[in-house]
């Protein structure tokens, strides 16, 4: 199913590019270099200061919130093990060890087997809200305690 999509997908984007011309594409070298002579150099001195806080506040935005930094969206993750989970971008997502995704990649999620239970243990983390014991995961085969 992920093949014939991919191909799909190819196909559409083939499609469409076609349509492109050379002559659509000009570049006018005097236009830049006068775009280039007539810009200034900003040195980090001088350069604008935003406070966020003051200016959520200011906006009347709530400043409390209540998401974690380093915590992962199941839906991303299960997007990303849905079409690039032979190359194990979803485990770099997660924040598994560098070496784990590297086996991923070498092995093309485990010749797909690993891949596809990834993303079935992911679908159904996915439907009870908890991946939790997915992130930061160092094993390879990331369902197994």
Not at 75 to 91: D, E, P, Q
Not at 129 to 144: A, E, G, R, T
Request: charged letters at 15%; a negative charge; glycine letters at 8%.
């Amino acid at each position: 199913m992920k093949q014939l999509f991919f191909f799909l997908l190819v196909c559409l984007f083939a499609s469409t590019s076609t349509y492109a011309s050379v002559s659509q594409f000009k570049v006018n070298d005097a236009q830049i270099d006068q775009l280039f002579g007539n810009s200034q150099e900003l040195s980090t001195a001088a350069a604008v200061q935003f406070n966020f806080s003051s200016a959520g506040s200011e906006l009347g935005a709530n400043t409390n919130t209540t998401k974690v930094a380093g915590e992962k969206n199941a839906v991303v993750a299960f997007i990303l093990a849905w079409f690039l989970g032979s190359l194990g971008i979803h485990r770099f997502y997660l924040g598994t060890k560098t070496l784990t995704g590297v086996g991923y990649i070498l092995t093309c999620g485990g010749f797909g087997i690993v891949a596809f239970v990834d993303w079935v243990m992911l679908l159904i983390g996915l439907i009870d809200d908890d991946i939790s014991k997915y992130v930061d995961n160092p094993k390879f085969f990331m369902w197994l305690d």
